[in-house]
């Protein structure tokens, strides 16, 4: 069962525009939402993370939304750079699970042409 | 170290063969989690350490996995007779204590030939 669905499989955007990748989730006791960035050959890095009290929230050109009532939320990438040319993961966690493991959707192979 | 440090990189391996990968945690670590990651996929959790017990193993996809962190720092992944389908990139992360972020390593890419 696959708890976390993330779309689109990839993106291609321009330099300058807005990347949108979107994830949705099934358990309702998920209460803490990161989203990761991976480079080939490197593992997963954290850019950025939100829990459900909180509608949105932004780091630098990053923003991510979130939607409890819809059980969905979301990554903005504004002004989109060709260095954040890179495979992008949502996940979700339990925070009183034991030991908080992580639940990955299946990624966002994400383009920024020049 | 700076980070988690994985290895080998990569490892090819005969259908039937042992393997072992290593895990070596940010000092100071008590969390580590083992994850595996198929080609295009999002990484699945696998196992999942504080201090040296082993608290969730209940990723670990069969009897041929087995996991250890006896000193409760270097953490060893070890797939017995392995077969093709074992063919992935295995990251192992790490967190100064539960619930805090959880730093990635580089992966270890397992391919069973």
């Known amino acids: 069962q696959q708890q976390v669905k993330q779309s689109p499989q990839s993106l291609i955007v321009q330099k300058g525009g807005i990347s949108i990748i979107n994830c949705a989730y099934e358990n309702t006791a998920f209460d803490y939402f990161p989203w990761y960035q991976q480079f080939p050959g490197k593992g997963p890095a954290l850019l950025i993370a939100i829990r459900p009290d909180v509608s949105e929230k932004k780091e630098g050109r990053f923003t991510i939304s979130f939607n409890k009532s819809a059980k969905q939320f979301s990554l903005h990438i504004m002004d989109s750079q060709p260095g954040d040319s890179a495979t992008y993961f949502c996940?979700?966690?339990?925070?009183?699970?034991?030991?908080?493991?992580?639940?990955f959707g299946g990624g966002t192979r994400v383009l920024v042409k020049p | 170290g700076a980070g988690v440090s994985q290895s080998p990189r990569y490892k090819v391996a005969k259908r039937g063969q042992d393997v072992a990968l290593r895990c070596d945690p940010i000092s100071g670590h008590v969390s580590l989690f083992w994850y595996q990651q198929a080609l295009g996929q999002g990484p699945e959790f696998l196992t999942y350490f504080q201090n040296e017990a082993q608290l969730d193993k209940s990723g670990l996809p069969s009897d041929r996995f087995f996991a250890e962190r006896p000193e409760g720092s270097v953490s060893t992944l070890k797939i017995q007779r392995t077969q093709q389908e074992d063919s992935a990139v295995y990251l192992c992360a790490s967190s100064s204590y539960r619930g805090s972020e959880a730093f990635f390593g580089q992966g270890t890419r397992l391919t069973v030939v």
């Open positions: 996940a979700a966690r339990v925070s009183q699970s034991a030991g908080n493991k992580l639940t």
